[in-house]
Structures are given as structure tokens and as C-alpha cells.
């Protein structure tokens, strides 16, 4: 059974930091590509940032890139989202995903697998 499990997020003030985790389990991580996704209230949900098995990083231009940082560790199945210079409408839910195959964008909808989530708020 996979389970992708998300810890970290909490409330923390415009300007912090926070780092994301995602535990995995039940599935050979090492050749996974992992991406954070989040979910602002009332919005549908939107790519952040991704990482192929290989290490290939691919940022969101508008809301992660320069700001946020992907990494893996896959030793402990685990991958991270470092927050920096949060802002209010950073204020989400954040959800890690995993797939096998290479998407050509970085949909939800071509995510296989999905932890349950993570909220993160940054009051305004």
C-alpha cells in the first residue's frame, strides 16, 4: 500500500520560512519523480516544483522559483520543499504526488500517487 505522507506546514509569518516533508512508503522511491502541488481556499490546485528521479528540478516560475527550493533524500524515501520569503499567497494546502512516467507538464491530473496534505498559512 503507497502512502505519501506531508509534515511541517503550519502557520508562520509573511517573510518566514518553513520546510516541507513528504514521506513515502510502499513504493520503490529511488524511481519515482516527486512533485509538490497546493491548494489555495477556493482555487484548484496548482503545480509548485518537481523532481525526477534523476534530479532534474522543474520550478513553478510564478509562485516557486527563486523562493523555493525541491530536494530528495532517497536513503530515507523522503522529499522536502524548503519555503523562503513566504508571503500570504503562499497560504495553501501543499500536497506531494509521485508518478513513474515523465509528464510533459506537470498536471495533477498525470500524478499517480497523492498524500493526504499539509496546510501552510501566512497571514496576511
Known amino acids: 500500500q503507497v502512502q505519501l505522507v506531508e509534515s511541517g506546514g503550519g502557520l508562520v509569518q509573511s517573510g518566514g520560512s518553513l520546510r516541507l516533508s513528504c514521506a513515502a512508503s510502499?513504493?520503490?522511491?529511488?524511481?519515482?519523480?516527486m512533485a509538490w502541488f497546493r491548494q489555495a481556499p477556493g482555487k484548484g490546485r496548482e503545480f509548485v516544483a518537481a523532481i525526477t528521479w534523476t534530479g532534474t528540478i522543474t520550478y513553478d516560475a510564478d509562485s516557486a522559483k527563486g523562493r523555493f527550493t525541491i530536494s530528495r533524500d532517497n536513503a530515507r524515501n523522503t522529499v522536502y520543499l524548503q519555503m523562503n520569503s513566504l508571503k500570504p499567497e503562499d497560504t495553501a494546502t501543499y500536497y506531494c504526488?509521485?508518478?513513474?512516467?515523465?509528464?510533459?507538464?506537470?498536471?495533477?491530473?498525470?500524478?499517480?500517487?497523492w498524500g493526504k496534505g499539509t496546510l501552510v498559512t501566512v497571514p496576511s
Open positions: 510502499g513504493l520503490r522511491f529511488s524511481i519515482y519523480h
Open positions: 504526488a509521485a508518478v513513474t512516467t515523465t509528464p510533459s507538464t506537470w498536471s495533477q491530473y498525470d500524478m499517480t500517487y
